[in-house]
């Protein structure tokens, strides 16, 4: 994944986690009802940046606007199944 190889070639994660943070955040604020950028901020906070109640929110607001995508419902299944206990 380009981002874990990006998050390697940063030693102290400060400019990858600042990059990341605002390209999502970015997406997000840019396109609210889309449910692509929510799934891929979702995806960011989940396996990145280990914010798991963020990734749960972005998650169910993306299954909200798109109940019927494949993609969002699996990782999201995933993310319950990994992590739903922890948070």
Known sequence: CFLRLAEANDRD???FRAATEKCFLWAVVVHPYQPKA???SALLHHLVLRDFS??????RRA??????????YRNF???ESNVGTLT
């Open 13 to 15: 994660g400060r400019t």
């Open 38 to 40: 929510l799934h891929n």
């Open 54 to 59: 963020r990734a749960r929110r972005l998650y």
């Open 63 to 72: 299954l909200v606007l798109d109940p019927e995508s494949p993609e969002i």
């Open 77 to 79: 299944q995933e993310f």
